[in-house]
């Protein structure tokens, strides 16, 4: 017997005949004898749909409605699916954020998960009841209900899965695993059997839509074994059920040794804002980014442009597109304090990334990317590197090119 979460996305939550689906494989852990809780997303669209609302209900809105408008997309999932469990004659039960609860800290929109709970949904566990829980949402300290972000679902089940002792955490997608890159792009793309906490967490940084960051991260501080399967096959149908994310420990050193490149990610959530003209000086950098991590904007690459004549320089930085208003309000407001001329903003912009363990015993790989990106034309606007990723900012349009002549430049082709 073991102790499973499995996380259910929105397309598998899309409508009834779904929902149906997803409590037919709920059923049948529960009929291997597994102790099973599940953790579900909104409806797909439906997020999207009740963003759309608080847009219109104002352009800088509340944060802390915001929460209580969104998290209602899982509620709604969440009570349909306990009750098709139910009329299946499995004994289940919705748990809301709030009645764990898992309590959050931080910021609405964006909050973080602190603790959950888990002494009443262990004991649930054990005497045989699934439960229902719905992603994405919490409690602060106040009381008031608050959401994870976007994607925040995922982060949810493997907060659960840490929380509760889970053997594994399952997460169903639409895709049947992590590949070396978006199978729609290059249909020679191979899917992998294994990946380290490491390479996912850097994938999903930069654009990999598999997997949320945060539930990346969590599980690798958690040691949560995470496996990302495919809702939409029937059980038997695919020999190699999915990608499994474990510590590099799990992975064969052999398997390590071969492997220099395992993907090659894109994002063209990115949007490039330039300050002009900013005050070369000590402590302007931490002026503009300082009210930036305040307003909780993540900031990806940044550049500090030569000076000009010691005096002045332009500064460059990227942050997601949902984030370019307000973080243009924020320098804004800062301005008499920075100091800058003007604002300049660029939404057509990608980044493109190569991801690998490899990289750490291996030189040469940012060479080969920049050559392979220079031989096609390709012009690169920024760079950024960690130890196992090189990432560079280009051209909105020519993503799709970059993504199969780097596939291909490291071998990656199946």
């Given at each position: 017997?073991?102790?499973?979460?499995?996380?259910?996305?929105?397309?598998?939550?899309?409508?009834?005949?779904?929902?149906?689906?997803?409590?037919?494989?709920?059923?049948?852990e529960v009929a291997r004898g597994n102790e099973v809780a599940v953790v579900v997303s909104a409806m797909a669209g439906e997020t999207d749909r009740l963003v759309g609302?608080?847009?219109?209900?104002?352009?800088?809105?509340?944060?802390?409605?915001?929460?209580?408008?969104?998290?209602?997309?899982?509620?709604?999932?969440?009570?349909?699916?306990?009750?098709?469990?139910?009329?299946?004659?499995?004994?289940?039960?919705?748990?809301?954020?709030?009645?764990?609860?898992?309590?959050?800290?931080?910021?609405?929109?964006?909050?973080?998960?602190?603790?959950?709970?888990?002494?009443?949904?262990?004991?649930?566990?054990?005497?045989?009841?699934?439960?229902?829980?719905?992603?994405?949402?919490?409690?602060?300290?106040?009381?008031?209900?608050?959401?994870?972000?976007?994607?925040?679902?995922?982060?949810?089940?493997?907060?659960?899965?840490?929380?509760?002792?889970?053997?594994?955490?399952?997460?169903?997608?639409?895709?049947?695993?992590?590949?070396?890159?978006?199978?729609?792009?290059?249909?020679?793309?191979?899917?992998?059997?294994?990946?380290?906490?490491?390479?996912?967490?850097?994938?999903?940084?930069?654009?990999?839509?598999?997997?949320?960051?945060?539930?990346?991260?969590?599980?690798?501080?958690?040691?949560?074994?995470?496996?990302?399967?495919?809702?939409?096959?029937?059980?038997?149908?695919?020999?190699?059920?999915?990608?499994?994310?474990?510590?590099?420990?799990?992975?064969?050193?052999?398997?390590?040794?071969?492997?220099?490149?395992?993907?090659?990610?894109?994002?063209?959530?990115?949007?490039?804002?330039?300050?002009?003209?900013?005050?070369?000086?000590?402590?302007?950098?931490?002026?503009?980014?300082?009210?930036?991590?305040?307003?909780?904007?993540?900031?990806?690459?940044?550049?500090?442009?030569?000076?000009?004549?010691?005096?002045?320089?332009?500064?460059?930085?990227?942050?997601?597109?949902?984030?370019?208003?307000?973080?243009?309000?924020?320098?804004?407001?800062?301005?008499?304090?920075?100091?800058?001329?003007?604002?300049?903003?660029?939404?057509?912009?990608?980044?493109?990334?190569?991801?690998?363990?490899?990289?750490?015993?291996?030189?040469?790989?940012?060479?080969?990317?920049?050559?392979?990106?220079?031989?096609?034309?390709?012009?690169?606007?920024?760079?950024?590197?960690?130890?196992?990723?090189?990432?560079?900012?280009?051209?909105?349009?020519?993503?799709?090119?970059?993504?199969?002549?780097?596939?291909?430049?490291?071998?990656?082709?199946?």
């Open positions: 017997m073991a102790r499973i979460v499995m996380k259910f996305g929105g397309t598998s939550m899309a409508g009834m005949e779904r929902i149906r689906n997803v409590a037919n494989r709920v059923k049948a609302f608080c847009k219109e209900a104002s352009a800088l809105y509340d944060p802390a409605e915001y929460d209580v408008v969104v998290a209602s997309g899982e509620q709604v999932t969440s009570g349909l699916l306990a009750m098709t469990l139910k009329a299946m004659g499995v004994d289940a039960r919705s748990w809301l954020g709030w009645q764990i609860p898992i309590r959050t800290v931080e910021t609405h929109a964006k909050a973080r998960i602190e603790s959950i709970d888990s002494e009443t949904l262990i004991a649930a566990m054990k005497a045989g009841q699934v439960a229902v829980i719905p992603g994405f949402q919490g409690m602060m300290d106040d009381g008031r209900i608050s959401t994870l972000g976007r994607g925040g679902s995922d982060t949810s089940a493997v907060a659960v899965a840490a929380a509760v002792k889970a053997d594994r955490c399952d997460i169903y997608t639409d895709v049947d695993g992590v590949y070396t890159t978006d199978p729609r792009i290059v249909s020679r793309a191979r899917k992998l059997g294994k990946v380290t906490y490491e390479e996912m967490l850097e994938l999903a940084s930069v654009g990999s839509k598999v997997l949320q960051t945060r539930s990346v991260a969590l599980a690798m501080k958690e040691r949560v074994r995470v496996q990302v399967l495919s809702s939409f096959d029937e059980p038997g149908d695919n020999p190699e059920p999915g990608t499994l994310i474990v510590s590099e420990e799990e992975i064969e050193g052999s398997d390590m040794e071969r492997q220099l490149i395992t993907g090659i990610a894109h994002d063209k959530n990115e949007a490039k804002i330039v300050l002009t003209r900013v005050p070369d000086r000590p402590g302007i950098v931490a002026s503009i980014f300082g009210p930036l991590a305040d307003a909780a904007i993540n900031v990806d690459m940044i550049i500090q442009n030569v000076g000009h004549s010691g005096i002045v320089t332009d500064v460059t930085f990227t942050v997601p597109r949902s984030d370019v208003a307000r973080s243009i309000d924020v320098l804004e407001r800062e301005k008499p304090v920075i100091g800058f001329e003007s604002i300049i903003t660029d939404a057509e912009v990608a980044k493109v990334s190569v991801v690998g363990v490899g990289m750490r015993s291996h030189a040469g790989v940012a060479a080969m990317m920049f050559k392979t990106l220079a031989e096609r034309g390709i012009n690169i606007e920024a760079i950024s590197t960690s130890e196992i990723k090189v990432s560079v900012l280009i051209d909105e349009d020519e993503t799709e090119l970059a993504v199969r002549v780097l596939h291909t430049a490291y071998g990656l082709d199946g």
